[in-house]
């Protein structure tokens, strides 16, 4: 057995629920359920699987995606040491054999023809071949694999395939409301309340121009992010053009939107 104390989470990430979504987590872990988290980015999905490995008091193993990953990255390969040719499992493989959480992140960003490889362990068989190992892998009891997946990113080239979403459960993410997401960025940036209120009603005006030259308003990242400038001393219009304006769009009418937006809510 390998000692995963690394991927164990030692102490309690926090995660303010907002609906039913721990609940039906950990009714898909216990049911051995694949599970899709979808939503936009930076509204909690990951500290969401981070929140939950330690409440089940499983290892966590993450994986982010990108478009580079090949299927050896994922389940392992042969590598050259001291002793010659040797094996090493990938992170997948790992968590198989182990009975760890996997966490694929961003999975749309990965190649389509890697992705299938965990269609056999997201159906009945729960089993994970090593073809140039020349071995089959079944997996662990506590064994789960879970993915987020960003709708927002859908087009021709970039979505999942049909075969392998319909193999997993899904829960749906968004921005909370704001009187929650005000209480999440007060308490994870360290500010006042009224503060976190404001950064909040920026944020919703941001996201009203989602699909008017933005892909994604501010999300709640972001505004934690500004909220810390704030905790540092930065004023809060100096802090939302660093951590909110700036890094969402290149386009000058867009940041003088959300300058003006800015402006409006101070």
Not at 3 to 29: K, W
Request: charged content about 25%; some cysteine; glycine content about 6%.
């Amino acid at each position: 057995m390998t000692n995963l104390d690394a991927y164990r989470i030692s102490s309690e990430p926090f995660y303010r629920p907002v609906e039913s979504e721990i609940s039906l987590f950990t009714a898909a872990h216990k049911s051995r359920m694949p599970v899709m988290l979808k939503g936009p980015t930076g509204c909690g999905k990951t500290r969401f699987v981070e929140h939950m490995a330690w409440r089940l008091g499983k290892p966590l193993i993450t994986v982010s995606c990108h478009e580079d990953m090949t299927a050896s990255d994922l389940v392992g390969r042969y590598l050259l040491d001291t002793d010659g040719t040797v094996w090493h499992d990938g992170p997948l493989t790992l968590a198989v054999r182990e009975g760890a959480i996997c966490y694929l992140d961003e999975i749309v960003e990965a190649r389509q023809d890697t992705t299938v490889v965990i269609h056999s362990l997201t159906d009945d068989r729960r089993i994970l071949p090593l073809e140039k190992k020349n071995e089959v892998v079944q997996a662990h009891p506590d064994f789960q694999v879970v993915i987020s997946y960003n709708p927002g990113y859908q087009s021709v080239l970039k979505d999942l395939k049909e075969s392998t979403k319909q193999r997993f459960g899904a829960i749906a993410f968004g921005y909370p409301s704001p009187d929650i997401e005000a209480e999440i960025v007060a308490r994870e940036a360290g500010i006042d309340r009224r503060t976190a209120e404001t950064l909040v009603r920026i944020a919703e005006r941001s996201r009203n121009l989602k699909g008017q030259g933005l892909e994604e308003g501010a999300s709640t990242r972001m505004l934690i992010n500004a909220g810390l400038l704030v905790a540092a001393g930065i004023a809060i219009e100096a802090a939302c053009q660093v951590a909110m304006v700036v890094p969402i769009t290149d386009d000058p009418d867009l940041r003088d939107a959300l300058s003006g937006a800015i402006a409006a809510c101070l």
